[in-house]
């Protein structure tokens, strides 16, 4: 497809376990970024990957939160030793890097931590 | 101090009627952007409108436009001839300076709830 991709598309684990989530971002889009949505609130912004600059992690909420991109496409966001306030669903956004192009939106992951 | 606001927590209109969305922002960067989102109740996040701070028209994307109040720092989303499927959640939100670097992040505003009625 031509859009941006997440899997899975919901993931239930317990507290404690590590989760991988995965972004595959629009063809040709040099910038990622990953945001969270709880329930019924905006999204904030975790992380921001642009080619090969050293990626913006100022919205990780702590040092179990992760990510990786690798090769400028596929995204990796990990969460290490879940808690329960992890539950959320986790947006992942691609882009082109001019001033009126907007973040285009995967699906999302809706992580549920029991 | 929150950087976007939108005051309406849910809003109601009729179908065929016009409804504007209140959207404030607060910064101190000369250059940002400005996005409307429309999130429906199945979850993914759609594009709708941009405004540029340097430009001069209120942007228009067909029944969707901008008003754009510089000095008040306000960018309202105007929806004209409401349509049944326009209900959803609209996010407003910015981007802070030029594109590229550490400047393309958003900051979203707490969303308005939008429903449509026949």
């Known amino acids: 497809g031509a859009g941006v991709s997440q899997s899975p598309s919901n993931k239930v684990t317990e507290k404690g376990k590590d989760v991988e989530l995965r972004c595959d971002p629009i063809?040709?889009?040099?910038?990622l970024y990953w945001y969270r949505q709880s329930l019924g609130q905006g999204l904030e912004f975790l992380i921001y990957?642009?080619?090969?600059?050293?990626?913006?992690k100022s919205g990780l909420p702590s040092d179990r939160f992760s990510a990786e991109r690798t090769g400028g496409s596929v995204s990796t966001l990990t969460i290490q030793r879940t808690q329960q306030e992890d539950s959320a669903v986790y947006l992942c956004?691609?882009?082109?890097?001019?001033?009126?192009?907007?973040?285009?939106f995967g699906d999302g992951t809706r992580l549920s931590i029991l | 101090a929150q950087k976007i606001t939108q005051t309406q927590p849910g809003m109601f209109v009729q179908e065929k009627e016009a409804v504007t969305l209140d959207c404030t922002y607060d910064?101190?960067?000369?250059?940002?952007?400005l996005f409307w989102y429309k999130q429906p109740s199945s979850g993914e996040m759609i594009f709708l409108i941009y405004?540029?701070?340097?430009?001069?028209q209120n942007a228009t994307e067909g029944r969707y436009s901008l008003n754009f109040q510089k000095a008040r720092k306000s960018a309202n989303l105007v929806i004209s001839a409401s349509q049944l499927g326009d209900s959803a959640m609209y996010f407003c939100?910015?981007?802070?300076?030029?594109?590229?670097?550490?400047?393309?992040?958003?900051?979203f505003g707490t969303g308005t709830q939008l429903k449509v009625e026949l």
């Open positions: 063809s040709g889009h040099t910038a």
């Open positions: 405004q540029g701070s340097y430009d001069e």
């Open positions: 910064t101190s960067d000369q250059s940002y952007g």
């Open positions: 956004a691609s882009s082109l890097l001019a001033k009126n192009q907007p973040q285009h």
């Open positions: 990957f642009q080619g090969n600059s050293a990626p913006d």
């Open positions: 939100a910015m981007r802070e300076g030029p594109p590229g670097g550490g400047g393309n992040k958003l900051t």
